[in-house]
């Protein structure tokens, strides 16, 4: 409840009130309802850049050898990781691995339905014998709305390929995937290899899974990785999509006192307020938060 750009309280569930002029908002990027809710009620929102593409996932025992050569098996040594970049400056994008997961597993992670959304984890032991990563570009505003932007193109843009790829995977929560090698040669492959999402995966051509900029920026940047990191590209490879969910496509506005710049009591953070990306530096802008309210 907003009145003369203060907050005057809450609604729960649509039933109850409660009356407070102080609200810390941290509803995490997927509250696309929430985001809806306060543009309409003229809480001020901007779209911000994130990054979309897939998950790569390798053998782990792949990964071993590539990053610790006559040394992989020891019994010392961890599952191996890995973090690449790449930098494309001819199509002014970069390319990175993001969310690096040894010996774990590709999730679905839809919080909608009829969508698809991968992300990754590990376990404590991290002994699954995949590994996997998100393999990511950035994106700007200018990608989801070239003319005036609207404060919730990035999540509309977003929704699109989640979408996409739920039809892709056969409309039935199953992840769009093709071998790595394909992906880069752009032919059709029927199948591929086994993964660690579940259910499951339906081969598909991944180039349709996300804008065609996305594509040739991956296509690019994966080569580069391979060099960096030799054996990275191989038929043992696979690619599952989509990955949308690094950071928040939106941001809401705040000033140096941690509240809205247009409704005062409203303390927006985390990172679906656009100010943070992970669980430390989510929690620790919380922390911040409250430390506004009670100093
Ligand atoms: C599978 C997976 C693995 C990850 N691994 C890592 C990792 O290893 N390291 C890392 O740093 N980050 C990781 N992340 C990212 C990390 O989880 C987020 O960055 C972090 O949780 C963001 O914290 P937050 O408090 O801003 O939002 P969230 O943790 O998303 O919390 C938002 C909360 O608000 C609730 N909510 C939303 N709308 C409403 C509403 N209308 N009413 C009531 N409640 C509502 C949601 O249910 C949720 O509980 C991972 C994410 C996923 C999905």
């Given at each position: 409840m907003i009145h003369h750009r203060r907050l005057e309280g809450v609604v729960v569930k649509g039933n109850e009130e409660i009356k407070t002029?102080?609200?810390?908002?941290?509803?995490?990027?997927?509250?696309?309802?929430?985001?809806?809710?306060?543009?309409?009620?003229?809480?001020?929102?901007?779209?911000?850049p994130f990054a979309i593409g897939f998950r790569v996932e390798h053998p782990q025992e792949l990964i071993d050898a590539i990053q610790y050569g006559k040394w992989r098996g020891h019994p010392d040594l961890p599952p191996a990781d890995y973090f690449l970049t790449a930098r494309l400056p001819q199509m002014n994008r970069s390319v990175y691995t993001?969310?690096?997961?040894?010996?774990?597993?590709?999730?679905?992670?839809?919080?909608?339905?009829?969508?698809?959304?991968?992300?990754?984890?590990?376990?404590?032991?991290?002994?699954?014998?995949?590994?996997?990563?998100?393999?990511?570009?950035a994106v700007q505003c200018e990608d989801f709305d070239d003319t005036a932007p609207h404060p919730l193109c990035g999540l509309v843009f977003r929704?699109?390929?989640?979408?996409?790829?739920?039809?892709?995977?056969?409309?039935?929560?199953f992840a769009p995937a093709q071998g790595l090698v394909d992906f880069m040669k752009d032919s059709e492959g029927t199948a591929v290899n086994r993964t660690s999402f579940a259910p499951g995966v339906k081969p598909a051509m991944l180039r349709e899974a996300l804008p065609l900029f996305a594509v040739e920026a991956l296509r690019q940047g994966i080569t580069e990785f391979d060099r960096k990191m030799r054996g990275f590209i191989t038929e043992e490879a696979t690619l599952i999509g989509v990955e949308?969910?690094?950071?928040s496509p939106v941001?809401?506005?705040?000033?140096?006192?941690?509240?809205?710049?247009?409704?005062s009591g409203l303390y927006p953070c985390g990172e679906g307020a656009g100010y943070?990306?992970?669980?430390?530096?989510?929690?620790?802008?919380?922390?911040?938060?409250a430390e506004k309210i009670a100093p």
């Open positions: 002029d102080h609200l810390i908002l941290a509803a995490g990027q997927s509250a696309e309802d929430t985001y809806g809710r306060l543009h309409k009620l003229g809480v001020q929102l901007e779209p911000k993001f969310c690096m997961c040894p010996g774990g597993s590709v999730i679905g992670c839809s919080s909608e339905e009829r969508t698809i959304v991968t992300n990754g984890m590990s376990r404590y032991r991290r002994g699954s014998p995949y590994a996997n990563s998100a393999v990511v570009v929704r699109q390929w989640e979408e996409k790829a739920f039809v892709l995977g056969g409309e039935n929560y949308t969910r690094t950071s941001r809401i506005l705040r000033g140096p006192d941690s509240q809205s710049v247009n409704v943070a990306g992970g669980i430390i530096s989510s929690a620790l802008d919380g922390i911040k938060a």
